[in-house]
């Protein structure tokens, strides 16, 4: 469990301040090299993928009231990337996902399954995410490891920092980096571009299912439905949100999303602890982020992606090392055999991936479930 939970007396349902802005750029250790890769890899429109992320994140601000961080789903974009799909199948990949999120809703499937998902196996999922991003970080901050140092001192010292918050004065520092590089003027392009409307083939979204789309349900139900649930209980416990409500909001999001240009996205608990690490604490903060991204999509589309992939990446790294910490601590409480089930979850997860190891903990806790049950008979 986090060391705290919110006094929601203490915040409204909306803020616009430096500290809602720096926790807005909480994760974006996950938002950069994957939407990055989508515009130079696959040719994605990069107005249509940062407005469609604008207007949701604004919409989502709106909606919860909350922090409610959007992130591409993983492996769907990791199997377009490798395979270099065309952006029409990515485009079908995120209205056939859209599709099945609200059929699973509305059947009451979703709901079946979070009643057989113990609490210990979410906590063991959150685990293995804080793990990952702790070693992704690592990875990141090896060309430049005192830059990453750095980052990591910055944010210890200004992370709660009113005037100079610590995600907002890591990314004026990077900046200067890229202009001190020269990176800067090289790529600055400033014109207006609008989004383009896509209309995805079914014969598209079939294939795009098969390939990625399936794969990615375990995944998303644990990390983009369960474990942010969780999380949102434990920060904010006045202002829970239902597995359900999140489940048809990411259907209703990626329906809009693949007709207008955007990319396939889904919600995710190290998102959310990133952006409460780093000072989020209402509606504010997707809004601020939001009309950042709009005005990104209207007037960078031409250079975004080239200064987006010259970034100081160990700066990013430094932040995503300490949430990554934060997440995996999550699971702290958990005591006897729950542990063990949890550690268990954690491993297989990180062996294998989020998906694989959620289905294995749950059929590891149902299957002792059973046999205490047994003995108790």
């Known amino acids: 469990m986090p060391e705290k939970t919110i006094d929601e007396k203490t915040y409204p349902d909306f803020e616009f301040n430096l500290r809602e802005l720096a926790g807005s750029m909480g994760d974006f250790g996950t938002l950069f090299p994957l939407a990055v890769s989508y515009?130079?890899?696959?040719?994605?429109?990069?107005?249509?993928?940062?407005?469609?992320?604008?207007l949701t994140n604004i919409a989502l601000g709106i909606i919860y009231r909350l922090p409610m961080p959007l992130q591409p789903k993983k492996i769907v974009a990791i199997t377009a990337i490798t395979q270099k799909w065309s952006p029409n199948m990515i485009y079908a990949s995120g209205l056939g996902l859209g599709i099945l999120w609200i059929l699973l809703t509305l059947t009451g499937l979703l709901?079946?399954?979070?009643?057989?998902?113990?609490?210990?196996?979410?906590?063991g999922i959150q685990l293995a995410l804080g793990v990952t991003l702790f070693w992704q970080a690592l990875q990141w901050m090896r060309p430049a490891p005192i830059l990453g140092i750095v980052a990591v001192v910055i944010v210890l010292l200004l992370r709660e920092n009113r005037y100079a918050p610590a995600s907002v004065v890591l990314m004026i520092l990077g900046v200067i980096i890229l202009a001190w590089q020269g990176n800067l003027p090289k790529h600055w392009d400033i014109r207006l571009t609008?989004?383009?409307?896509?209309?995805?083939?079914?014969?598209?979204?079939?294939?795009?299912?098969?390939?990625?789309?399936?794969?990615?349900?375990?995944?998303?139900?644990?990390?983009?439905?369960?474990?942010?649930?969780a999380l949102i209980r434990d920060y904010f416990p006045k202002k829970?949100?239902?597995?359900?409500?999140?489940?048809?909001?990411?259907?209703?999001?990626?329906?809009?999303?693949?007709?207008?240009?955007?990319?396939?996205?889904?919600?995710?608990?190290?998102?959310?602890?990133?952006?409460?690490?780093?000072?989020?604490r209402t509606g504010g903060a997707p809004i601020l982020e939001g009309i950042i991204e709009i005005l990104i999509g209207l007037f960078l589309s031409g250079s975004i992606a080239a200064l987006m992939a010259a970034f100081p990446m160990p700066l990013i790294a430094g932040m995503m090392l300490l949430v990554g910490i934060q997440l995996a601590l999550t699971?702290?409480?958990?005591?006897?055999?729950?542990?063990?089930?949890?550690?268990?979850?954690?491993?297989?997860?990180?062996?294998?991936?989020?998906?694989?190891?959620f289905l294995g903990g749950l059929v590891a806790a149902n299957i002792f479930k059973a046999i205490q049950r047994k003995q108790s008979a």
């Open 39 to 54: 515009i130079a890899v696959n040719g994605l429109n990069p107005a249509g993928l940062f407005i469609i992320l604008g």
């Open 331 to 357: 699971a702290r409480k958990l005591r006897g055999w729950e542990l063990a089930l949890g550690l268990g979850t954690a491993a297989l997860s990180i062996a294998t991936n989020i998906g694989i190891g």
């Open 111 to 123: 709901r079946w399954l979070i009643r057989i998902t113990p609490d210990y196996i979410v906590r």
């Open 194 to 229: 609008l989004p383009v409307i896509a209309v995805p083939r079914l014969e598209d979204v079939w294939k795009t299912m098969l390939l990625a789309g399936f794969a990615q349900i375990p995944l998303s139900i644990s990390n983009a439905i369960i474990a942010p649930a």
């Open 240 to 280: 829970a949100v239902s597995e359900e409500k999140l489940m048809l909001n990411m259907g209703v999001m990626n329906v809009f999303s693949s007709l207008l240009g955007g990319m396939p996205m889904c919600h995710g608990a190290g998102g959310l602890a990133g952006q409460y690490y780093f000072g989020a």
